[in-house]
């Protein structure tokens, strides 16, 4: 077996929690260090996961051990940590949405090209066994032409103002920024690439000053269409529908083991209508984070290419973006 790739952990929220358990399923990865600005949460982080406290950002990504840097920060710096980390040719899983802007991911992108290092965005959602049978049902033509997909993504949150994702310049988009972007990017792997965008928000419930309801409507280069809307307000809920010429594919999960990863698969309903019947499918379970944390293993030791790289990255970030500008300005937005 390979030496196991040592990362450092930016970022020790609740989502780097679930990063750092992750890496404790794997022996691909090791935690070497991890950072955070709060020096009391650091330290507690380190204790539960079994790694080295970093005083600063520079320290963790500087560690001889470190070959690669998980960031799992805020969008608005991810492009300054992501330099820095190419700087010292570590490689860079950085958690979606790529970025800020699109020109702060092309930023990103030429910095890792040029360190030739990896850069791989943490779209996590396309590697679940059930995003993947779609696939499959998909290029077998089971669907016939696709020519509707709906989806939503919501969770309700405590949005104080303590928190970053509470104010519209540091979380433009709100939900779809945070939530539906997951399944825009699962929605053009499955249906290919997007040419147009109409988005609409509203911030309709919540006291935090971002948008609490996003719709966007996408425009596929098949000639299908898409809506995929999100809320911050709302029960839990996850659903992706196809509509094809064939059949009509549903496909649910039962988001009350979230933020439990590891599960979503067990708690998937995938259920195929033709006019002859309905069919449930079976849903092999995957670990959908540490599959793409064991990639990114893969890709620091020059043995794969990330799947969700900077292309797909940006891609899923513009669509939003394009809806921004769209809601903004209440016309179509090609991209």
């Not at 006019?275 to 849903?283: C, F, M, N, R």
Request: charged share 25%.
């Amino acid at each position: 077996m390979s030496k196991a790739v040592g990362v450092a952990l930016i970022g020790t929220g609740r989502w780097g929690h679930r990063l750092a358990a992750a890496l404790g399923r794997t022996e691909e990865l090791t935690l070497v260090t991890c950072f955070r600005r709060n020096p009391e949460r650091r330290s507690a982080f380190a204790i539960e996961h079994g790694c080295r406290a970093a005083d600063t950002f520079e320290e963790a990504i500087e560690h001889p051990e470190v070959d690669g840097v998980i960031l799992a920060t805020p969008n608005t710096v991810h492009a300054d940590q992501a330099e820095a980390c190419a700087l010292r040719k570590r490689h860079v899983f950085v958690e979606k949405p790529i970025a800020y802007s699109l020109a702060d991911a092309a930023r990103m992108e030429e910095a890792c090209r040029i360190a030739d290092v990896t850069l791989m965005v943490g779209h996590a959602f396309r590697r679940l066994g059930a995003a993947r049978r779609v696939r499959e049902l998909l290029e077998a033509e089971a669907l016939g032409r696709v020519v509707l997909a709906e989806a939503n993504l919501s969770l309700p949150g405590a949005l104080t103002p303590d928190k970053w994702r509470y104010y519209r310049e540091s979380c433009p988009g709100g939900p779809l920024m945070q939530l539906g972007i997951h399944h825009i990017d699962t929605l053009r792997y499955w249906l290919g690439p997007v040419r147009q965008v109409r988005g609409s928000f509203a911030r309709v419930a919540t006291s935090a000053e971002i948008d609490d309801v996003g719709i966007v409507v996408l425009d596929f280069e098949t000639g299908a269409r898409g809506v995929v809307t999100g809320s911050y307000v709302s029960p839990r809920t996850f659903f992706l529908r196809l509509y094809g010429s064939e059949a009509r594919l549903d496909y649910t999960v039962d988001m009350g083991v979230w933020p439990d990863a590891q599960r979503l698969d067990e708690h998937t309903t995938l259920t195929l209508t033709r006019q002859t019947g309905v069919e449930q499918l079976a849903v092999n379970n995957r670990d959908m984070v540490v599959e793409e944390l064991e990639e990114f293993a893969s890709c620091v030791r020059g043995e794969a290419e990330p799947e969700t790289g900077a292309t797909e990255g940006a891609a899923a970030l513009a669509a939003v973006l394009a809806a921004l500008e769209s809601s903004a300005s209440g016309k179509a937005v090609r991209l």
